[in-house]
């Protein structure tokens, strides 16, 4: 079974038809030069591949020095491939603030002065506002989010929203067993820590297998940004 859809899809979910190429995932890239200069390779290479190259999330924010170079490369080869190019939305990608916040506006500051600084901020932040929370590849039943299932349980099959970007900001906690969602330790009121039983929940509601997310490096097996991983479609 299928992920049933959204009301909304452009804001909620994509879905990602099978490949007979590798589902390739970027996660928490923050603008760092390295992970960049990898998915230049990747992007480059699609030409003679049928991979799909995804983004769990946090493609700006922090202080990786090509913030604006890395959203324009993912946005260029969305355009270039729209079938395989797929972005979910991080919490460093919610709303105009935290846009605003983030190191992306200094590096616009240093390049365009401050004529066009408000401009730059409305039209990113109303780029990243189209971007789905979730992306879903049911030929391989992965489902893929930045943070993780925080909406009401009784919301979580439709994937409707009830409450803006909580989804973003979902901590996973081992120590959680079942269906609650505490204020997680970042000490904001929303940010919520999420368990095995609400993964096992979701999944089963959507008929997913995999959950797949970002959000929390220090729970990633590489330390460093970009975190890049291979799955065969086939």
Excluded at 18 to 42: I, K, N, W, Y
Excluded at 147 to 152: E, H
Aim: proline share 5%.
């Amino acid at each position: 079974a299928g992920m049933m859809k959204a009301q909304r899809q452009h804001e909620e979910l994509r879905i990602i038809e099978a490949s007979t190429g590798s589902l390739v995932l970027f996660a928490d890239m923050h603008g760092d030069d390295r992970a960049c200069g990898e998915l230049s390779v990747q992007v480059g290479e699609m030409h003679a591949n049928d991979d799909v190259i995804a983004s769990l999330g946090d493609i700006i924010g922090g202080k990786g020095p090509m913030q604006l170079e890395t959203l324009s490369l993912w946005l260029a080869a969305l355009v270039k491939f729209p079938n395989r190019i797929a972005i979910c939305k991080g919490n460093c990608e919610t709303n105009r603030n935290i846009i605003a916040a983030e190191g992306l506006l200094d590096q616009a500051y240093e390049r365009w002065g401050m004529p066009c600084f408000d401009t730059v901020v409305d039209k990113i932040a109303d780029t990243l506002d189209l971007l789905p929370t979730w992306l879903s590849f049911p030929s391989i039943g992965v489902l893929v989010c930045h943070g993780g299932p925080i909406r009401p349980v009784e919301r979580l099959s439709s994937l409707e929203l009830p409450i803006p970007d909580l989804d973003q900001w979902g901590d996973y906690d081992e120590t959680l067993e079942g269906l609650e969602t505490p204020i997680s330790g970042r000490g904001t009121p929303y940010t919520r820590s999420f368990g095995l039983g609400r993964v096992a929940h979701v999944l089963k509601a959507t008929g997913h297998t995999v959950l797949l997310r970002g959000h929390q490096s220090k729970l990633l097996k590489q330390q460093s940004s970009g975190i890049l991983m291979n799955s065969n479609f086939t």
